[in-house]
Protein backbone atom coordinates (compact mmCIF):
# COMPACT_ATOMS: atom_id res chain seq x y z
CA UNK A 1 0.00 0.00 0.00
CA UNK A 2 1.36 3.39 -0.84
CA UNK A 3 2.56 5.81 1.92
CA UNK A 4 -0.06 8.65 0.83
CA UNK A 5 -2.83 6.33 0.28
CA UNK A 6 -2.53 5.61 3.99
CA UNK A 7 -2.53 8.83 5.12
CA UNK A 8 -5.24 9.87 3.02
CA UNK A 9 -7.36 7.29 4.86
CA UNK A 10 -5.79 8.00 8.21
CA UNK A 11 -7.00 11.59 7.47
CA UNK A 12 -10.53 10.80 6.50
CA UNK A 13 -11.07 8.42 9.29
CA UNK A 14 -9.88 11.34 11.81
CA UNK A 15 -12.58 13.66 9.98
CA UNK A 16 -15.18 10.88 10.52
CA UNK A 17 -13.91 10.59 14.55
CA UNK A 18 -14.70 14.55 14.58
CA UNK A 19 -17.34 14.87 13.06
CA UNK A 20 -19.14 11.91 15.77
CA UNK A 21 -17.46 14.03 18.42
CA UNK A 22 -19.22 16.87 17.59
CA UNK A 23 -22.67 15.01 16.83
CA UNK A 24 -22.00 13.41 20.73
CA UNK A 25 -21.46 16.52 22.23
CA UNK A 26 -24.33 18.08 20.39
CA UNK A 27 -26.51 15.78 22.43
CA UNK A 28 -24.90 17.25 26.15
CA UNK A 29 -27.95 19.98 25.36
CA UNK A 30 -30.49 16.63 26.89
CA UNK A 31 -28.86 15.65 30.02
CA UNK A 32 -31.47 13.72 30.84
CA UNK A 33 -31.26 11.76 27.85
CA UNK A 34 -27.62 11.19 27.84
CA UNK A 35 -27.29 10.28 31.79
CA UNK A 36 -29.65 7.84 31.04
CA UNK A 37 -28.19 6.24 27.98
CA UNK A 38 -24.89 6.01 29.55
CA UNK A 39 -25.34 5.37 33.31
CA UNK A 40 -23.71 2.29 34.42
CA UNK A 41 -25.67 -0.72 35.49
CA UNK A 42 -26.27 -0.98 39.04
CA UNK A 43 -23.83 -4.50 40.33
CA UNK A 44 -25.98 -7.50 41.18
CA UNK A 45 -26.14 -8.20 44.87
CA UNK A 46 -24.05 -10.78 46.23
CA UNK A 47 -26.01 -14.47 46.21
CA UNK A 48 -26.22 -16.15 49.61
CA UNK A 49 -24.12 -18.71 50.56
CA UNK A 50 -25.47 -21.97 51.32
CA UNK A 51 -24.15 -23.53 53.90
CA UNK A 52 -23.82 -27.61 54.54
CA UNK A 53 -25.15 -28.51 57.99
CA UNK A 54 -23.27 -31.56 59.56
CA UNK A 55 -26.13 -33.88 58.81
CA UNK A 56 -25.96 -32.94 55.36
CA UNK A 57 -22.47 -32.54 54.68
CA UNK A 58 -22.42 -36.47 56.25
CA UNK A 59 -24.84 -37.67 54.16
CA UNK A 60 -23.17 -35.95 51.27
CA UNK A 61 -19.64 -38.05 52.20
CA UNK A 62 -21.67 -41.60 52.72
CA UNK A 63 -22.84 -40.42 48.99
CA UNK A 64 -19.56 -39.96 47.30
CA UNK A 65 -17.90 -42.65 49.65
CA UNK A 66 -20.69 -44.89 47.70
CA UNK A 67 -20.12 -43.55 44.48
CA UNK A 68 -16.70 -43.84 44.13
CA UNK A 69 -16.29 -47.61 45.65
CA UNK A 70 -18.90 -48.45 42.62
CA UNK A 71 -16.63 -46.59 40.08
CA UNK A 72 -13.66 -48.50 41.68
CA UNK A 73 -15.63 -51.70 41.41
CA UNK A 74 -16.51 -51.60 37.71
CA UNK A 75 -13.39 -50.78 36.95
CA UNK A 76 -11.86 -53.56 38.62
CA UNK A 77 -14.46 -56.02 36.98
CA UNK A 78 -13.79 -54.59 33.70
CA UNK A 79 -10.07 -54.91 34.10
CA UNK A 80 -10.43 -58.70 34.76
CA UNK A 81 -12.49 -59.44 32.24
CA UNK A 82 -10.14 -58.37 29.59
CA UNK A 83 -9.76 -60.88 26.50
CA UNK A 84 -5.90 -62.60 26.39
CA UNK A 85 -4.01 -60.70 23.43
CA UNK A 86 -3.35 -63.10 20.15
CA UNK A 87 0.23 -63.48 19.51
Given at each position: ???RKVL?????E???LNRAIAALEGIEGAPA???KAFSPK???KAAKKHKL???GRKRLSEMMKKRWAERR???KLATNH???KAA
Open positions: MDLSELKQRDRVAAPAPTPERKLRPA
